[in-house]
């Protein structure tokens, strides 16, 4: 901790760590890239460890990729959300195509062309995030956190927040007897702002993540009263336009959403055209939220087809019942994805599609097995990380799955995050 040397850095690692080699020991560098010679502190990490951690702290040789930040504490030190504020935008997008080629050859042992895609509704990679959780500091300024630290760094703006998120004043106030304070800007309505007060509910978030699933947005109260009792059922609506299908969702207020605002219709229309379900075709969605695939399905495979939906939130799968009332062809179950698929393949149920949404772990052995027992045609695979679906690849080609197309989407500008849409199909 706190050595320092001179690094030649010569790849990127997913994390969003440039890598290097100092007298043979590896060495991950924040805010440094590939090409580039700098002087890095090591921020993690012992003598005699296979690798450490370390920030950049002076570039010695700088790469024509690196351009200056627009947030003035993204750099060492400063606040941990953003891994690439010192990167132009389309190399941002080469460096999170390498990492998913690599994982995918690395660990699926599977070689393809991956290409990152932006995604409509950010301003040139900045003012996407629509759900922000600040932490508080002890004199109540509302910010966020260093990598790997409890301190909070006020702000005065977040560049990566829509304008919608900080013109609420959130970081101008005092939130004293707070322990954070939650902002959401939806697609419809106005943004909410929630106080969460010290002995309030644990929502488990990291306050630098681009990424949270279930604690992006919190129980909302009015914005001006941070001492009033939290609504613990407090919902907004998320409107989503794609080109093949759209409709709108209630969503929990603590419940998971994307944050880019172009992320879900972006993927709802990715995902039926790599599936393109028929009319009468049975399809599963799994790890389903609110029902963005679901409903998407339910309307393709029409009257004569079934949809199973299955979500362990259970606030979420009322919003999706509540929303699909006219949809008979789709059944909504709560309850854990490998629990329910069990009673599906021990009845020697089949699936025609399958659409797998699982968090950033991945899905794992025993879903990705009963999956393919079901004998799909086609497996759509969100990804939100790199390694767990190259992993998951793999299993599902253990049991005679091919990896088809494989497609990047850049839904977390400025941060390391990659979102990717792969396409499973049977071996022929």
Known sequence: MGATSEVDLVDIAH???????VEGQVVFVRHGLPGERVLVTVTK????????????TE???ASPHRVESRCPVAGPGGCGG??????????????KASVLRTQLSRLAKVDRDVQVHPVPGDEDGLRWRTRVEFAVDGAGRAGLRPQRSHDVIPLEDCPIATHGVVDTGVLQRDWSGMRAVDVVAPSTGEPVVVPIPLEGE????????PEVDTADTADATDADDT???????????????????????????????????????????????????????????????????ARALADAVGEDGAVLAVESDARACASLAAAATDLDQLEVRVGKVADALIPLVEGGDEADLVVLDPPRVGAGRAVITDVCALGPRAIAYVACDPAALARDVAIAAEHGYELGEVTGYDAFPMTHHVEAIAVLRRAA
């Not at 994390?15 to 080699?21: L, Q």
């Not at 990490?45 to 950049?56: I, K, N, Q, T």
């Not at 891994?83 to 941002?92: E, I, M, R, S, T």
């Not at 336009?241 to 409709?247: F, K, S, V």
Request: hydrophobic share 40%; glycine share 12%.
């Open 227 to 293: 001492t009033g009792a939290l609504e613990t059922e407090r919902y907004v609506v998320e409107a989503v336009t794609g080109e093949r299908w759209q409709g709108d969702f209630e969503v929990h207020a603590r419940g998971f959403w994307q944050v880019h605002p172009g992320a879900a219709s972006t993927f709802v229309d990715r995902v039926l055209t790599v599936l393109d379900p028929q009319p009468g075709e049975r399809a599963l969605d799994l790890y389903a939220g609110v029902g963005l695939f």
């Open 82 to 95: 953003c891994d690439f504020q010192h990167v132009d935008l389309a190399h941002q997008r080469d460096l």
């Open 202 to 209: 644990e929502s488990g978030a990291d306050p630098t993540s």
């Open 59 to 61: 570039v010695l040789s």
């Open 45 to 56: 990490g012992r003598e005699g460890d296979r690798f450490v951690f370390a920030d950049a």
């Open 15 to 21: 994390g969003g760590h440039a890598v290097g080699r």
